[in-house]
C-alpha cells in the first residue's frame, strides 16, 4: 500500500513531537478509529525505532513530508480526550524551540507535567441500573453488552473496541443518568465528592425553573457568576442551598451534578495563615504605581513595567493590586519566583487575598498533587498561580498578568535542555496573550536596565520603604585586618564585631540571618598525611563533607558515598574537613550562642520532611532565634523581627571567572541586607570581606544603587558583553578528551568561516572553567553579536540538528 492510499484508508496524518533529541517532529499515518480524536495538542502513544513513547501531536498535514519514502508507521493510540496544551502554550513551545535551539518534544516535556494521566486511563463499569436498561439502539447495546461480558474497562479500550463518533456522548449521558460508574486515573485512596454545574442554557429560563425557592436562585445565580463547577459543600456553604435543594433542581435538569476526586490540601507547602487579612493601606508612591498597573492590566493590551526600589519598599502589594484587577476582568494571574523556597510565603499571602481560587504549581509537588493542580487551571477553577520558572507554562485561561519577582535572579535559566528563560518567556507569552508583564526586583538585571533606558520598559518606581522607614546600617569587617583569622584552610571567620552584634540582637530578643553560600560540612576532607581529598572520579573535583549524614557528595553530578574514618589511600586517621558550609556555621553558631534555637535553610533542607515551608515557618513564629543558609536566605522574604543580617565571607561570588561575577555579587549583598529592618526596630547588616574596595561592595555598604550600574555597565559596554550585545554559548561534552577538543575546534572553525560570521565576536575555544563534570571533559566557545538574531542563525547553521556531546546556550547565565 502506497502512502497516498494508507492515509486515505485511515485517518489523514499526525506530526509527533517525541521526548528524544530530534531536530523535527515525526510522521505517523493516523488509523481511522483515532480520527475523531488526533488533534493537535492532544498526547499520541507511538513507535521509535523498537521503542513505544508519548509525544505530542503538533500538526495535522494533508499529505507526508516529500523525503518520506516508505510507508509510514501508525499511531498506536490517543491519549487524551481534549488537547492537552492551549494554542498559546503551543505557540510558546514552538517559540522556545526555535529561540533556545531545543527540539520541540524536549520543551513540551517540560510544559506538561510527568505522567499526567490521560482520558483512556479512567475505568467504566455498569451499575445495576445501566445492566438492567432495556437498549433499544445498537450502539447502546453494544456498550452494554462489552462492560456486561468484560467489566471495569478502561476508556482507551472502549474506544479501541466500539470507537464511533458519539461514543463519549453516550458515555457521558449514561452516566449522568446513573448508568455508568466512571473511575477517574487516581491513588486507591482518592476520595470522591458529589459536584454540580449549570449547563449552558437561557439563564432566565434556569431561574424560572428555580421556582418559589430563593436558595435555588441564589445557587443558580452563584454558579452563573463562578463559571465553574462547585462541590456540595462549596454551594451550601455560598449560598445556603440544602441537598434537596440541590437535589430537585438537578431533577429539573437545571443543574448537572456528577462526582469529583477530592482536592487534597496543599497547605504543607505555604506557611501557615491562611485567615483574611486586614487591607493594608498604600503610601502615595504604592498607590500611583497601582495605579499605572490597575491600567495597564485593564486596558487589555501588552504591556511590559518594571517594577523598581529598595528591598522592603512594598511592591508585592502593588502587583497584588494589579492581581486584583485583572481577575474583576476575568483574566488569570501566574506570579513567577525563582526559588521553591520563596513559594510557601507567597502562597500564604495570595490565598489570604483571594482564596481558593490559587494554585502551585513546582516539582517539590508530590505527582498526584501536581496533576491536580495542573488540571484545576486547566478546568478555569484557579485563576491565580505561583511557582517557579516552569509556572510560565500554567495552562490558565485568559491569561491577564505576568509577574516575574526577582527578575535578576540567574534561576530563571534552566541549566538543562531546554535552556529556557522563565523570565524571557513569562514577556513572550503576555504579548501572545495581550496581558501585561511586570519585571519586580530591587536590583535589577542589566538587561532590565538598558531596557527601562532605552524606553521598552515602563518604569514604576517605589521610593520609601516599610517598617523602620530606613535601610539597615552597614558595618564592615575587613577581614584582612581580623586578629587570628580562621584556625583553618577556608574556615569562616567570626569577627569579634560580628559575635558581639549577634549577642546583642539575641538579647533584645531579635532575630539573626547568616548566609554562607555553600552547603554541607565543608567543601572537602583531606588528609593531612598524604594530602588525598577523595575528588569525584568523573568530575575530578573534591565532594563536599556532609557531616550530618556522614557522606561525601559531589555537587556537580550527585553521586554520593559514606565518608571513609581512614584515609583510603594511605589508612592514616588523619583526615581533617577544611573549610566550612552551613552545616559547620551552624555547629560553630551552636558552640558560641549556647542558648540559641538555630535551623538552616538550603537545598539539603527543601528534602527534609516539611521542606523549606517547616523552617520558615519556624523562624516566622520566632521558635528560631537565628537562621542560617546559602542564598535562599536572601531573596524575597519578609521577617519583621530580623534585626540583624551578615555575609560571613562576601567574597564567594567575586572570583568566579564569569562576566556577571560582580552583578551577583552585588544583587547577592543588597538582597540580604534587605531582610533587617523591615519592622519598627532598626536593622544592621555586617559585611565580612576581604576586597573592602571593590566598586560592588563599596556599592553595596553606601547603598548606591547608580553607582554600582555606572561601572557595570561601562565594563560591559568596553568589552562587549550582555546586555549591549547577545552571547551563544557552545560546549562539547566527551569521555576522551582529544575527541572533545578536535570537535570544538571544528565548530569553532566553521562559525569563524562561516558568511553570517562578521559582525560576530568569538572567544575560544578553551575549556571549561570546570573543564570534567560527570565523566566527560568540557570544551566551551562564545559567540556575541549585537544581533540576537545574527549570533542565532550562526549557531543552527554550524549545528543544525541536536547532538548528544552538544550544548547549545542561548542567552547564557553560566558559563562554568
Given at each position: ?6 492515509g486515505?484508508?485511515?485517518?489523514g ?14 510522521t ?20 521509535v525505532?523498537?521503542r513505544r513513547?508519548t509525544?505530542?501531536i503538533?500538526?495535522?498535514?494533508r499529505r507526508p ?8 508507521r ?12 492551549p ?10 524551540s526555535?529561540?533556545?535551539a ?18 483512556g486511563?479512567a ?13 433499544r439502539?445498537p ?5 452494554q ?13 472502549i474506544w479501541?473496541e466500539?470507537?464511533e463518533?458519539?461514543?463519549?456522548d ?5 452516566r449522568?443518568?446513573g ?5 477517574e486515573?487516581g491513588?486507591?485512596?482518592s476520595?470522591?465528592r458529589?459536584?454540580?454545574e449549570?449547563p ?5 429560563a ?8 430563593p436558595?435555588g ?6 454558579l ?15 449560598t445556603g442551598a ?19 476526586i477530592?482536592?487534597m ?7 501557615a495563615g ?7 493601606e ?6 500611583v504605581?497601582?495605579?499605572?498597573l ?9 504591556g511590559s ?16 493590586q494589579a ?9 488569570s494571574?501566574i ?5 521553591i523556597?520563596l513559594?510557601?510565603?507567597l ?5 489570604q487575598?483571594f482564596?481558593d ?6 516539582s517539590?509537588?508530590g ?6 493542580e495542573?488540571e484545576?487551571?486547566?478546568?478555569g477553577e484557579?485563576?491565580?498561580?505561583v511557582g ?9 485561561r ?16 534552566q ?9 524571557d518567556l513569562?514577556?513572550?507569552?503576555a504579548?501572545?496573550c ?8 530591587a ?12 524606553s521598552r520598559y515602563?518604569?514604576?518606581r ?5 517598617g ?25 571567620t567570626?569577627s ?5 552584634q ?7 530578643g531579635e532575630?539573626?540571618i547568616l548566609l ?13 598525611a598524604?594530602g588525598?581529598?577523595m575528588p569525584?572520579?568523573d568530575c575530578?573535583l573534591?565532594?563536599?563533607?556532609h557531616?550530618?549524614e ?9 553521586v ?12 592514616e586517621?588523619?583526615?581533617q574537613?577544611i573549610?566550612?558550609?552551613?552545616e559547620r ?8 550562642f549556647p542558648?540559641a534555637?538555630?535551623?538552616?535553610l ?41 534585626a ?13 571567572p564569569?562576566?556577571?561575577?560582580a552583578?551577583?555579587?552585588y ?6 541586607a534587605?531582610?533587617?529592618g ?11 570581606t576581604y576586597?573592602?574596595?571593590?566598586y560592588a ?10 553607582a554600582?550600574?555606572?561601572?557595570e ?11 549591549f550585545?547577545r ?12 575527541r572533545?577538543?578536535?570537535r570544538?575546534?571544528e ?9 553570517l ?16 563534570l560527570?565523566?566527560?571533559w ?6 556575541r553579536?549585537?544581533?540576537?538574531a ?23 547565565q553560566d558559563?562554568?
Amino acid at each position: 500500500m502506497g502512502l497516498d492510499s494508507a492515509g486515505a484508508a485511515g485517518g489523514g496524518f499526525a506530526e509527533v513531537a517525541v521526548p528524544l533529541p530530534l531536530p523535527d517532529p515525526l510522521t505517523y499515518s493516523v488509523p481511522a478509529r483515532w480520527s475523531g480524536l488526533a488533534r493537535v495538542g492532544v498526547r499520541a502513544r507511538v513507535p521509535v525505532g523498537k521503542r513505544r513513547v508519548t509525544g505530542w501531536i503538533v500538526g495535522l498535514p494533508r499529505r507526508p513530508p516529500a523525503e518520506v519514502e516508505t510507508q509510514l508507521r501508525p499511531i498506536e493510540s490517543v491519549v487524551d480526550l481534549k488537547p492537552v496544551l492551549p494554542d498559546d502554550l503551543m505557540e510558546i513551545a514552538r517559540f522556545a524551540s526555535s529561540y533556545y535551539a531545543a527540539p520541540i518534544g524536549e520543551v513540551l516535556r517540560n510544559v506538561i507535567p510527568g505522567r499526567l494521566p490521560g482520558w483512556g486511563d479512567a475505568r467504566a463499569e455498569l451499575t445495576n441500573r445501566g445492566a438492567l436498561y432495556d437498549c433499544r439502539d445498537p450502539k447502546s447495546q453494544a456498550l452494554q453488552r462489552l462492560l456486561l461480558d468484560r467489566g471495569r474497562l478502561a476508556l482507551a479500550t472502549i474506544w479501541e473496541e466500539l470507537g464511533e463518533a458519539t461514543l463519549f456522548d453516550r458515555i457521558e449521558s449514561w452516566r449522568e443518568s446513573g448508568r455508568i460508574r466512571l473511575y477517574e486515573p487516581g491513588s486507591r485512596s482518592s476520595r470522591y465528592r458529589a459536584a454540580v454545574e449549570l449547563p449552558a442554557g437561557d439563564r432566565d429560563a434556569q431561574l424560572q425553573a428555580c421556582g418559589r425557592s430563593p436558595k435555588g436562585r441564589l445557587a443558580v445565580e452563584y454558579l452563573a457568576e463562578l463559571n465553574r463547577p462547585a462541590t456540595l459543600e462549596e454551594l451550601r456553604t455560598r449560598t445556603g442551598a440544602s441537598a434537596a435543594v440541590v437535589r430537585r433542581l438537578v431533577r429539573l435538569g437545571v443543574l448537572r451534578s456528577f462526582t469529583q476526586i477530592e482536592t487534597m490540601d496543599l497547605a504543607r507547602h505555604r506557611l501557615a495563615g491562611d485567615g483574611e487579612t486586614e487591607p493594608i493601606e498604600l503610601r502615595p508612591d504604592q498607590l500611583v504605581a497601582a495605579d499605572d498597573l490597575v491600567a495597564a492590566v485593564r486596558s487589555g493590551q501588552f504591556g511590559s513595567c518594571f517594577l523598581g526600589g529598595m528591598t522592603g519598599s512594598g511592591k508585592t502589594e502593588v502587583y497584588l493590586q494589579a492581581a486584583g484587577a485583572a481577575l474583576e476582568e476575568d483574566r488569570s494571574v501566574i506570579v513567577l519566583v525563582p526559588e521553591i523556597a520563596l513559594v510557601p510565603a507567597l502562597a500564604r499571602t495570595l490565598k489570604q487575598r483571594f482564596g481558593d481560587r490559587v494554585a502551585l504549581l513546582h516539582s517539590n509537588l508530590g505527582n498526584a498533587e501536581r496533576h491536580q493542580e495542573w488540571e484545576r487551571v486547566r478546568g478555569g477553577e484557579c485563576r491565580v498561580v505561583v511557582g517557579p520558572r516552569s509556572a510560565v507554562f500554567a495552562p490558565v485561561r485568559n491569561l491577564g498578568l505576568i509577574v516575574v519577582d526577582e527578575e535578576q535572579d540567574a534561576a530563571y535559566k534552566q541549566d538543562t535542555r531546554p535552556r529556557y528563560s522563565g523570565r524571557d518567556l513569562a514577556l513572550v507569552r503576555a504579548r501572545s496573550c495581550a496581558a501585561t508583564a511586570v519585571l519586580v526586583s530591587a536590583t535589577p538585571s542589566l538587561e532590565t536596565r538598558l531596557n527601562v533606558e532605552r524606553s521598552r520598559y515602563r518604569h514604576l518606581r517605589l521610593t520609601a520603604r516599610v517598617g523602620s522607614g530606613s535601610l539597615p546600617e552597614p558595618i564592615l569587617v575587613d577581614l584582612r585586618r581580623e586578629a587570628g583569622g580562621p584556625r583553618r584552610p577556608g574556615d569562616v571567620t567570626f569577627s569579634a564585631l560580628l559575635v558581639d552584634q549577634i549577642t546583642h540582637s539575641l538579647e533584645r530578643g531579635e532575630q539573626v540571618i547568616l548566609l554562607r553560600n555553600r552547603r554541607g560540612y565543608s567543601p572537602q576532607l583531606l588528609c593531612r598525611a598524604c594530602g588525598e581529598n577523595m575528588p569525584c572520579r568523573d568530575c575530578g573535583l573534591p565532594k563536599s563533607f556532609h557531616r550530618r549524614e556522614r557522606r561525601l557528595i559531589c555537587h556537580y553530578c550527585g553521586v554520593r558515598e559514606d565518608a571513609p574514618r581512614l584515609c583510603p589511600d594511605c589508612g592514616e586517621d588523619a583526615l581533617q574537613p577544611i573549610g566550612a558550609g552551613t552545616e559547620r556555621v551552624e555547629e560553630e553558631v551552636q558552640e558560641r550562642f549556647p542558648g540559641a534555637v538555630v535551623d538552616v535553610l538550603d537545598r539539603d533542607a527543601t528534602r527534609r520532611v516539611g521542606g523549606p515551608a517547616a523552617v520558615l515557618e519556624r523562624f516566622r513564629g520566632g521558635r528560631t532565634q537565628i537562621l542560617i543558609g546559602t542564598q535562599m536566605v536572601s531573596k524575597g522574604h519578609h521577617f519583621p523581627d530580623v534585626a540583624l543580617a551578615a555575609v560571613l565571607t562576601a567574597d564567594s561570588y567575586l572570583g568566579f571567572p564569569d562576566f556577571r561575577a560582580a552583578e551577583r555579587s552585588y544583587a547577592l549583598l543588597t538582597q540580604l541586607a534587605g531582610r533587617a529592618g523591615r519592622g519598627e526596630r532598626p536593622g544592621r547588616f555586617v559585611v565580612q570581606t576581604y576586597h573592602p574596595d571593590h566598586y560592588a561592595i563599596q556599592a553595596v555598604l553606601n547603598g548606591d544603587d547608580e553607582a554600582f550600574a555606572s561601572h557595570e555597565m561601562r565594563f560591559r559596554r568596553v568589552f562587549h558583553y550582555p546586555p549591549f550585545t547577545r552571547m551563544v554559548q557552545l560546549v562539547i561534552r566527551d569521555r576522551d578528551r582529544e575527541r572533545g577538543w578536535r570537535r570544538i575546534r571544528e565548530l569553532a572553525g566553521a562559525a569563524r568561516a562561516h558568511v553570517l560570521a562578521p559582525g560576530v565576536r568569538f572567544s575560544g575555544p578553551a575549556p571549561a572553567p570546570f573543564e570534567r563534570l560527570k565523566g566527560q571533559w568540557r570544551f566551551q566557545f562564545l559567540m556575541r553579536s549585537a544581533s540576537g538574531a545574527d549570533v542565532r542563525r550562526l549557531a543552527r547553521a554550524i549545528a543544525p540538528a541536536p547532538a548528544a556531546d552538544l550544548t547549545i546556550d542561548v542567552d547564557p547565565q553560566d558559563l562554568m
